[in-house]
């Protein structure tokens, strides 16, 4: 690790499961920083064990008071340099240290990010859903009401949607998208990602609900939901809907929605996927 010009905190992503998929950089950086500010000390220090790394811990996390970041950036302030780390993955994504990291510039100290795994990034990259534009919205709410709230004011969202889930509410997060999404939008549910009993499952609300509630097994660790974009009624004009209801009155929908398309010159599935939407 190159000797930095200024006092530096690095954020540094550790492995989500798997722990091979540490990087050479964090190891080096862990090993040369003076002290690690850790979301639970006892879970970094069987991380550091594995990899041979003996620097000192400290606990930072999201129950840490403002007075005890100052104490931390004063200590790199005066030389010595801080590596932050979450239970898993990249810190301050749904993980703690956003207050450390805004109060920084106040102390003049860098702050250097060393990337690795993430789990939003990990499940996008595997759901075959469009991944050039998405929106992140972590963990919603605990309450239904709230939750159920939330969902709904993201109905319409056109990009693919992307949500961290705990096992026990995944039953009840599942339940209230298919309430306002409508059955029929497509969802992939990364379980365990990375981890020994991985799972990656693609269908409807409807058949996720169906598979979740079937499964216990599919209830367990650690969830990242992704939801496909809303298909929004203004990709068509009128003309595109009235040409698919006629069709749609003697033809299977699929028969319908390929016609249509031809006829104007869109897209076949999303008039279909539109059309499900629509019934649901």
């Not at 879970?43 to 005890?68: A, G, M, N």
């Not at 340099?81 to 990249?90: E, H, K, P, R, W």
């Not at 963990?139 to 709230?146: C, G, I, R, S, V």
């Amino acid at each position: 690790m190159t000797q930095a010009l200024k006092p530096t905190l690095y954020i540094v992503a550790t492995p989500i499961g798997n722990l091979n998929d540490i990087t050479l950089r964090a190891i080096d950086t862990l090993k040369q920083v003076e002290f690690i500010a850790a979301e639970d000390t006892r879970h970094t220090r069987r991380l550091l064990s594995q990899f041979e790394i003996e620097t000192s811990v400290i606990s930072f996390h999201d129950y840490s008071s403002e007075e005890s970041a100052r104490k931390l950036l004063e200590r790199i302030v005066n030389g010595e340099n801080c590596a932050l780390v979450s239970d898993a993955g990249t810190p301050l994504i749904s993980d703690p240290g956003y207050r450390l990291v805004s109060l920084a510039p106040e102390y003049g100290v860098t702050v250097s990010p060393i990337p690795g795994a993430c789990a939003l990034i990990a499940g996008l990259s595997a759901a075959g859903l469009p991944s050039d534009r998405f929106c992140f919205e972590g963990f919603l709410p605990a309450k239904p009401l709230q939750r159920q709230k939330r969902l709904a004011s993201l109905a319409g969202e056109e990009r693919t949607l992307v949500f961290y889930e705990a096992p026990h509410r995944i039953e009840a997060l599942l339940a209230d998208m298919k309430m306002e999404f409508g059955e029929q939008r497509e969802v992939v549910l990364g379980r365990e990602l990375t981890k020994t009993f991985e799972t990656i499952t693609r269908g409807t609300l409807a058949e996720l609900v169906d598979f979740t509630a079937a499964d216990a097994n599919q209830r367990r660790g650690e969830f990242v939901v992704m939801v496909a974009g809303e298909q929004a009624v203004k990709l068509f004009d009128d003309k595109v809907k009235e040409t698919f209801a006629l069709l749609n009155e003697e033809l299977p929908p699929k028969k319908a929605a390929k016609i249509a398309a031809q006829i104007h010159g869109v897209n076949a599935k999303d008039i279909y996927q539109w059309s499900l939407t629509k019934n649901s």
